[in-house]
């Protein structure tokens, strides 16, 4: 059996970007965001088409409109948006719980601007907040194009915190298939996901000093394994990223001194590795 790269992964390798943010463009509605001491309405003269005005309820509080996003910890991600000062004193981007991980500072731009900000997530949610800084009902800011995108592209940061889950039987013909066969155990580094040493020679190998093991929870014969984050759909589709290998004893893409499995022993994998053809 070969070692299987799934659409989803090759994608991403290959330069794919998808926004993670839902409705950032505003187009017609303010669907996917929340507000909080603030009224959101979608509004003409965007950037782009129509824009997100966030205006005041008149709280002592700044208004705002977040949307909590899926994020995979550790990961490095980049956000894109605009703004433009209305009638409130200023506004800005948050990023992470009151902008932890970024805060694009006092916005006070009188035309539409461009705002970059870059982060690395420590929880599978990460909160991006669009906030007009006013005390006064109604005084409003604009916000236009919100983009939020994974810049882990190469396969070292892609499957950073990943885990490896090993079934019995056939390995499915293409890695965009769901699992086939019976779980039989997960490896993690601990209780965490795994992490790939640098690229040599084309390889990728393990993090030495990581022990990658789990606890079996069902007997059986390995057949084959996926590399995936925890997040994973476990369903067919072209989105997820995923590697597919063989189990053997020996010659296939992951070695075990023995493929019968146990329910409770625990199961350790002392050396894995990705080779990319020269050709």
């Known amino acids: 059996m070969a070692l299987r790269l799934s659409p989803g ?22 669907t996917g965001w929340t507000a909080a001491t603030a009224t ?12 997100l005005r966030v205006a005041e309820s008149g709280s002592s509080q700044p208004g705002q409109a977040y949307q909590d996003v899926t ?15 209305g009638t409130a004193d200023a506004g800005k981007f948050l990023i992470g719980t009151a902008g932890a991980l970024w805060d694009s500072g006092s916005l006070t731009d009188a035309t539409w601007a461009l705002k970059t900000g870059y982060f690395v997530a420590i929880a599978t949610t990460t909160r991006i907040t ?12 604009d916000f236009d194009t919100l983009v939020l995108t994974c810049e882990s592209h190469s396969l070292q940061d892609i499957m950073n915190g990943a885990e490896i889950k090993i079934y019995s039987g056939a390995q499915p013909a293409t890695a965009d298939l769901a699992p086939t066969g019976t ?7 601990a209780s965490s996901g795994v992490t790939f040493a640098d690229a040599v020679a084309g390889v990728i190998s393990k993090t030495p000093a990581e022990t990658w093991s789990g606890v079996c929870v069902a007997d059986g014969s390995a057949g084959w394994m996926r590399l ?28 075990f001194t023995s493929t019968t499995f146990s329910t409770g022993a625990t199961e350790t994998v002392t050396a894995f590795a990705i080779t990319l053809p020269a050709a």
């Open 228 to 255: 995936q984050h925890d997040d994973d759909l476990e369903t067919y589709n072209a989105t997820d990223c995923r590697v597919d290998g063989s189990v053997a004893s020996s010659g296939g893409q992951l070695n």
């Open 71 to 85: 994020t995979k910890i550790g990961h490095l991600y980049k956000f894109t948006g605009y703004f433009k000062k």
């Open 40 to 51: 959101l309405t979608s509004e003409a003269s965007g950037q782009s088409g129509n824009c």
């Open 9 to 30: 992964l090759r994608n991403k390798m290959l330069g794919d970007n998808i926004n993670l943010i839902t409705n950032g463009e505003f187009t017609t509605n303010t």
């Open 183 to 189: 779980l039989l155990v997960t490896i993690k580094n």
């Open 130 to 141: 669009c906030q007009s800084t006013d005390a006064t009902a109604a005084e409003y800011s």
